[in-house]
């Protein structure tokens, strides 16, 4: 059985409009800032809340403030490293790539650097 050229050419023109879709990036937006984080901790959602400029991020999580240095390896990666760790694990760096933004925020994947299991969320960006 043959297939027309033209029902070849409309099943693919779809499939070509889709791939070359490439989501907004606008990093730079979201580098400095106070923003929002929710996510699913043993089954209830908890929030946090962080301030960024530059160099220094300053979290509050369950009432308790934690800093950070903050190294952009690029416009949309950077690398968060706690300045004043109290245990082995808040050692560890973490790097987070911004995935996504849209006006209110943005998405993002973020892994403890050297490892590769990943993890992905999304910030909302406070005024």
């Not at 693919?12 to 580098?31: A, G, I, W």
């Not at 300053?58 to 490293?81: A, M, P, Q, Y």
């Not at 973490?94 to 849209?102: E, H, M, P, R």
Request: net charge positive.
């Amino acid at each position: 059985m043959r297939i027309k050229k033209h029902t070849l050419f409309l099943f693919l023109v779809p499939f070509f409009l889709v791939s070359c879709y490439e989501q907004e990036r606008n990093c730079k937006d979201f580098k400095t800032g106070n923003f929002e984080f929710t996510r699913e901790i043993e089954g209830k959602l908890e929030t946090s809340y962080f301030e960024r400029n530059d160099s220094i991020q300053i979290e509050t999580f369950r009432g308790h403030k934690d800093t950070s240095s903050v190294r952009w390896v690029n416009d949309c990666e950077c690398i968060l490293k706690k300045i004043n760790p109290k245990s082995m694990s808040e050692k560890n760096a973490v790097q987070i790539k911004i995935l996504t933004t849209n006006a209110k925020g943005y998405t993002f994947e973020y892994n403890i650097v050297g490892q590769t299991k990943k993890q992905r969320g999304s910030v909302t960006k406070k005024e």
